[in-house]
């Protein structure tokens, strides 16, 4: 009775908040379209006889047969893992730094690192609006240096995508890295420097792999809601940059297709198990 009494929470909480949610989108993927308020029919119909099933795949074979959407999701999912990649490799240094420095500086480099989530997230964005336009800062500076004639567009490109991107996830990647990290024992680097390792060798064979666990968590954290991310490319991607994120507004606030938007947010859903799945298996190998 003390365990069920201990587990009632977190499971009501998960089944009010995350099961609940699911079911829902999932009820509406399998409806159809219809003019009205809310603009599709409920997949489960009660009449005089009892309950009948309405529903339908029909947003889901839309799915697999237009192009437009499979392209949606190989954009997301490749702007994820390159945003995921270049928050690892910058979180890397940034770690082992703050692990190295002394023990009086760690916590505030570790706030350093959190800054960012200080100030709102469309403030950031604005910054990075105002230093990339063609009348920015940046554009200022070169052409004061007398480096550039004509700004140079970096606003609306793939080059200010992958900066907001980065900048915004960044502490997701660097603080499970710092706490695998700090769980090692510096012994084993200083045996394989005694052993004749040089410093970049020792890196790859000892820290890399006793850390990867930290490294895939840091990576996850980053590529699961980069997928789904649709502030950041509307507002300094490219117009071309059509994600899965941008996808789905325009389905569910333009078109009012409420099933086949369902239907893209069951499918990246599905998508992202994937990965969670795969951390999982391999947390729990010995």
């Known amino acids: 009775m003390r365990r069920l009494l201990l587990l009632a929470p977190p499971f ?56 437009f959407y499979l392209d ?15 928050c690892l490799l910058l979180a890397y240094p940034m770690a082992l730094g703050i692990l190295r420095a002394r023990p009086s500086r760690r916590l505030p480099l570790l706030l350093l690192v959190l800054l960012p989530f200080w100030t709102g997230f469309l403030l950031r964005i604005g910054a990075w609006i105002g230093l990339l336009r063609d009348e920015g800062w940046l554009n200022g500076v070169l052409r004061g240096l007398g480096l550039i004639e004509a700004p140079v567009p970096m606003l609306y490109t793939d080059l200010a995508l992958y900066l907001g991107m980065v900048h915004s996830y960044l502490p997701f990647a660097v603080l499970p890295l710092y706490a695998a990290l700090s769980r090692l024992d510096p012994a084993l680097e200083e045996a394989a420097a005694d052993l004749g390792a040089r410093p970049a060798v020792a890196f790859l064979t000892v820290t890399l792999p006793l850390s990867f666990p930290g490294a895939l968590a840091g990576f996850l954290l980053v590529f699961i809601p980069a997928a789904g991310e649709f502030v950041i490319p509307e507002l300094l991607g490219p117009p071309e940059a059509q994600l899965v994120g941008r996808v789905l507004w325009t389905e569910f606030f333009q078109n009012r297709d409420w099933p086949l938007a369902a239907a893209l947010a069951v499918a990246l859903l599905a998508l992202l198990v994937l990965p969670i799945r795969l951390f999982q298996r391999l947390e729990a190998r010995p």
């Open 12 to 67: 009501l909480w998960l089944l009010a908040f995350v099961a609940a949610p699911v079911a829902i989108l999932l009820a509406i993927a399998l409806a159809e379209p219809a003019m009205g308020v809310p603009p599709f029919t409920p997949p489960l119909a009660w009449d005089g006889e009892g309950p009948r099933w309405r529903g339908t795949l029909l947003s889901f074979a839309i799915l697999a047969e237009d192009r």
């Open 72 to 86: 949606a999701f190989l954009r997301s999912l490749r702007v994820a893992f390159l945003s995921a990649l270049l």
